[in-house]
C-alpha cells in the first residue's frame, strides 16, 4: 500500500504540474512572433524526448552524489555537503523535475497544435465584447484544449505508473523505501528476493490499473466519436 501510495503521489504531481507547464509554455510559444526563434524552442524543447532515461537519471545522480558537482560547490564555497538521496525531497522535487524535463517537450509541441487550431473568430468575438486576457484563457482556450488535456492526461498515467529508470538509476528505491513504485517494487521483489510469484501478483494489479485507466479512455473516445 506504501509504494502504491507512493506512484499515485507521483502521478498527483507530475499530471498537475505537468499540464500547467506544457499549458504556459505552449501558450508562450503560440505567442511568439519571430518564426526562427519559435522554430528553434521548439526543436530545443522536445529534444529531450529523445534521450535515455537511464542517461538522464545517471547525469543527475552524477550532478547530485556527495562527490558530484554540487557537493563540490558547495564545499568551494564553504558548505556542507548535502545528500539529496537521504532526504524526503527527493520524491517530491528531484525525480518529477527530471521527469518535467524530459517529457515536457513532447506535451508543449502537442499542446501548441491544439492552440494554434483554436478558431480566430473565437478570439476576435470575445474583443468585440471586452473581454480580458484571463477570460480568454478560461473560457475560450482552456475549453478548447479539454480534449488535448484529455488525452495527454491519460498517457501520463499510464507513463506515471511505469515510472522505473530515473528511480533505479538515481535513488534505488531509497532513502529506504521511500521511493519506492509498483513498477520498482516488482523489480526488486522478482530480481533481488526471487518472489517471483509475488511480484506476478503485484504485477497484475498493476496490469488491473492501467487496464481500467485504457479502458476509460476507450469509452470515452468512443463517446466523442
Known amino acids: 500500500w506504501t509504494f502504491t501510495a507512493n506512484t499515485l503521489l507521483y502521478n498527483i504531481i507530475f499530471i498537475v504540474i505537468g499540464t500547467a507547464l506544457r499549458i504556459a509554455f505552449a501558450i508562450m510559444l503560440a505567442e511568439m512572433s519571430a518564426k526562427f526563434f519559435k522554430k528553434t524552442c521548439q526543436t ?3 529534444l529531450p524526448h ?3 532515461m537511464v542517461l538522464v537519471g545517471t547525469i543527475c545522480f552524477a550532478l547530485f552524489n556527495s562527490n558530484g558537482f554540487i557537493n563540490s560547490l558547495r564545499l568551494t564555497l564553504g558548505m556542507d555537503k548535502f545528500y539529496y ?8 522535487i528531484l525525480i518529477p523535475i527530471v521527469n518535467f524535463w524530459k517529457t515536457t517537450g513532447y506535451g508543449t509541441v502537442v499542446y501548441l497544435s491544439a492552440i494554434t487550431g483554436i478558431s480566430d473568430d473565437l478570439y476576435e468575438a470575445a474583443d468585440l465584447d471586452g473581454v480580458n486576457g484571463i ?22 498515467i499510464i507513463s506515471s505508473f511505469k515510472v522505473f529508470g530515473s528511480i533505479n538509476v538515481m535513488t534505488h528505491g531509497g532513502p529506504g523505501s521511500s521511493t519506492y513504485t509498483l513498477v520498482y517494487y516488482i523489480y ?24 481500467c485507466v485504457t479502458l476509460y479512455q476507450w469509452h470515452h473516445n468512443k463517446n466523442n466519436d
Do not use: C, D, H, N
Open 50 to 52: 529523445f534521450v535515455s
Open 188 to 211: 526488486k521483489s522478482a530480481f533481488t528476493y526471487y518472489e517471483m510469484g509475488y511480484a506476478s501478483a503485484v504485477a497484475m494489479v498493476l496490469f488491473a490499473i492501467l487496464l
Open 135 to 156: 477570460q480568454r484563457f478560461f473560457y475560450i482556450t482552456l475549453p478548447q484544449l479539454k480534449p488535448t488535456t484529455f488525452f495527454l492526461t491519460v498517457t501520463g
Open 44 to 46: 530545443l524543447m522536445f
Open 85 to 92: 538521496y537521504e532526504t524526503p525531497w527527493v520524491w517530491y
